[in-house]
Each structure stands twice: as structure tokens, then as C-alpha cells.
Nanobody, 114 residues
Framework: QVQLVESGGGLVQPGGSLRLSCAAS????????MGWYRQAPGKERELVAA???????RYADSMKGRFTISRDNAKNTVYLQMNSLKPEDTAVYYC????????WGKGTLVTVSS
């Protein structure tokens, strides 16, 4: 059974940084598509960053240069390093993978506010 557990969210001031973690079980992060999505209040869920099956990375335009997706294959964990955070980055951040079906974690809340 695939399980994704996010952690690392919290309250941060504008301009600050956070690193989110997604610990995976039942799936190997190094050979599967792994992504981070976010959903802000009143908005649809959107892609933040992802590893493709081939291992390349994709980023939403508004996150390029500020966010970095990475993974630790030994820990079977995917990370999202977020720098230069803005109030509009406030959202619940979800880890996602696809293996015959979509799997989602429960999400971790990131609040960017002074």
C-alpha cells in the first residue's frame, strides 16, 4: 500500500525559507513520478514541482528559481526547498505520486505572514 507523509510546514515570515519532506512507503521514489502540489484557500490544487519518471524536474513558472525539488533515495523521501517565500505561497502542500492511480498525502500547511 502506498503511503505519503508530508512534514515541515509551519509559519514563516515573507522572504523566509522552509523545507518540506515527503516520506514514502510502498513505492520507490527514485523510479516513480513524484510531485508536490499546493492548494490555497478558495483556489484549485496546482502543481508546484515534480520529478518525472525519467528523473527530470518540472516547476510551475511562479516557483522557478525559488523552489527546488530533491530526493534522498536511501531514505525514500522527496523534499521541497522553498526560498524567498511570499504571502501568496500560503497553502496546504501535498505530496503526490501515480502508480496505477493517484496517491496523495494528507498535506502540510505553510503560512507565510509577518
Amino acid at each position: 500500500q502506498v503511503q505519503l507523509v508530508e512534514s515541515g510546514g509551519g509559519l514563516v515570515q515573507p522572504g523566509g525559507s522552509l523545507r518540506l519532506s515527503c516520506a514514502a512507503s510502498g513505492i520507490i521514489v527514485s523510479i516513480n513520478r513524484m510531485g508536490w502540489y499546493r492548494q490555497a484557500p478558495g483556489k484549485e490544487r496546482e502543481l508546484v514541482a515534480a520529478f518525472t519518471i525519467g528523473g527530470s524536474t518540472r516547476y510551475a513558472d511562479s516557483m522557478k528559481g525559488r523552489f527546488t525539488i530533491s530526493r534522498d533515495n536511501a531514505k525514500n523521501t522527496v523534499y521541497l526547498q522553498m526560498n524567498s517565500l511570499k504571502p501568496e505561497d500560503t497553502a496546504v502542500y501535498y505530496c503526490n505520486t501515480f502508480h496505477r492511480m493517484d496517491y496523495w498525502g494528507k498535506g502540510t500547511l505553510v503560512t507565510v505572514s509577518s
